[in-house]
């Protein structure tokens, strides 16, 4: 199987939303009037980012799902995106259910593959993703105000429980760990959240180093500090009684690979917040508030400072 | 150095052109009226596409290069880039040298690092590029009609023998081997050839793998063949009489890594042609016509068929 019968084969199929796909040296993008381009790019690498023994379905889902979940904290809408893949060979029981896993989770979202490179090397996935959102309308990092609720969408902390139990550092009873699992290794992008919080969050963030890490970004860029209650942020973890106390809150505060979103919302959008989550099927809980004094101050169920660091994911640190 | 610190010193700036740059969950670009984004994406592993010992500062220039040369071939005009990173270390006399020779290109073609990703991994740089072209104005590989004349911009063959000079299988004296490897090294993108043949040449396709297997994919989609007078292709590679003439084609026909333009046009814009080859300041030559007759006949300089074989580039063949 040569390049070209590869990308014929797997990945070339007829784009109905763009103007060009694969097969010239570039795909064409149009956008509505009044429309702009939110852009973002991953690589996934073997052994950082994904077990060797990874099913290559699961792994084509969730190196587009990373992407979308992006896209989804900034309230953008999918529409298309490129591939690029380093490939040790070209192995169609690899590249079979990679690409079906990908394809599924990019037709489920109206999101085309428009465009990419092949190449032999080291299994490297690197994909870059297109949405849309309304000028002005994109959700920033920078946009929290002091005073403002601080949410996060469904659950923190199940896909570093898994990953620890996969490498036998945790353990779980299996139904827990098949469903730790699962976010581990096919996380749902919370794109019809971020839809449904455009113009009613005022910064956004999916967390995908672990939520001290990633709120740390919102806080930066927005100059300000919060609090969490971090009795909270454990509770949203399906976690039984087998992790002390300790523990699980490291999962849920520096876990990480999460792909969820950290937003943030004033007081009188309480009720449109909720109205999103619904309209999304996607739970939030509010796990504190933004203040104005920079930081980050934990506070633990009786309301005392935690002043154990959590660090978060560093590829180089 | 940490991941992040290693984003803000070699590769976050501000962005002018774009509405957001680096530093949030997504980019975010802005189109003119009445104009379409092209986008290409590709993707360069050590071994495959450069040497181990290649200067990063060249390699920087290089990896985006190759990404304008498909934008030169859409006639589209740059106008933004992401860069995913996989760095077996975060390496400051690696970074740096890489990170000027990437944005003096960019900067040479106002086009900004928008966005991206780093990790660590076998070093592996993906470049998404992002152009812009007036709304069905993109140079296609499919519009190449019989009758047209066909060209190529500047020199063939040139990368690929300096590739085999550094390898040992070839000799250049060693004035040559410099302006050789500089082709190789610090290919230059056609970009401004591309913008002046808009309107004029009615396909185009930048020749990375080769002239033969690229030329092909026009006429395939195209639907049409050609004729190319190899001795006038041959004429272009700026040799010198060490190499049999057998070899010189074999360079010039399926060398790759030229990063020149193969276009086509009418011969009523022969004059349109040149005019913007002089704009450019990009010499062009005619080398054949497209025919009817599907497939590419190569005659030699009696006009009589040449039937060796020619093969393109192909990373898994």
Known sequence: MGEFDLIDRYFKRPVTRNVVGVGDDCAL??????????????MLVEGRHFLPDVDPFKLGHKALAVNLSDLAACGAKPLAFTLALALPQADAAWLEPFSRGLLALADAHGCELVGGDTTRG???????????????????????????????????????????VLRGSASLPFELLETARARLEQPTPRVALGLALRGVATAAIDISDGLVGDLGHVLRQSKVGARVETALAAGLMA???ALDEERQLDYVLSGGDDYELAFTAPLFQREAVQAAARAAGTAVTRIGQIEAQAGLRLLDGNGQPIERPYRSFDHFA
Do not use: H, K, W
């Not at 993008?29 to 991953?42: E, I, R």
């Not at 005073?147 to 969408?153: A, E, I, K, P, Q």
């Open 29 to 42: 993008l149009a956008l509505a009037p009044g429309m702009q381009l939110a852009v973002t790019s991953d």
């Open 122 to 164: 080291p299994l490297n996935i690197c994909i870059t993703a297109f949405g849309e959102v309304p000028a002005g309308g994109m959700l920033l990092r920078s946009g929290a105000r002091a005073g403002d609720d601080l949410y996060v969408s469904g659950t923190l902390g199940d896909a570093r429980l898994a990953l620890d």
């Open 239 to 241: 976690v039984p009684g």
